[in-house]
């Protein structure tokens, strides 16, 4: 008997939850990949649908964590910086994700993978890819678009977002709030985009609430880490975490 929906022993659980725990870490220490680590380490040994399901409202509820950690002002002044990109975003993402059940995904990952692996090796080799300011709206709404296409088919939405405030060499404290705020209005509307896709329903529900606790405990130790390393350090752990991310979603390509 199946403790959740896709999930058919206790010692898979075990492992649900602490990828979970990793996951919230990681979060903690960078801002992003959560969705990436939740949706990989699931996926290992439950159905993408049962992985994609579980990880939205973990994504949900730390991005919401997160975006406030500062207070509600310093969050709405992120939000109106960025407003271009979280309207084409948001856009994009609630019709995408209804390709989800119909539409392999296989390709896009691998192009954004790709994509994203290029960046970081580029500046690893001291290739500084940089926006001249702050990106105007035309720039936001494309990068907006690519972000929210892969995000409603995929669930993950970090990357490209990721690499734009890389490229603004973005304030370490600052990037963590702006991701939060860009990833929490995000997460909202992916429950509610797979909400009506039926990937999040009655039966995958009770795993993704599961999640949260353990996610949150993760995000709690990362917080700490986080809080401790200067701004080199953190834009070399972002690199780092941004490379594993492009290099296992052209995995996820490859492999279909």
Known sequence: MELFYGIASPGILVFAFCISILAGVIKGVVGFALPMVLVSGLGSVATAEVALAGMILPTLVTNGWQALRQGMRAALE???RFKAFLVSGFLVMVVSAQFVPQVAGWLLLLVIGLLVTLFVSLQILGIQLRMPGHPGPKTQAAIGSVAGFMGGLSGIWGPPTVAMLTALNTE????IRIQGVIYGLG???LVAAHWGSGVLRAETLPLSLALIPTAALGMAIGF???DRIDQSTFRKATLAILLLGGLNLVRRGLIG
């Open 172 to 175: 370490k404290k600052e990037q």
């Open 187 to 189: 997460s909202v509307t």
């Open 78 to 80: 992120s939000l109106s």
């Open 224 to 226: 700490r880490i986080q």
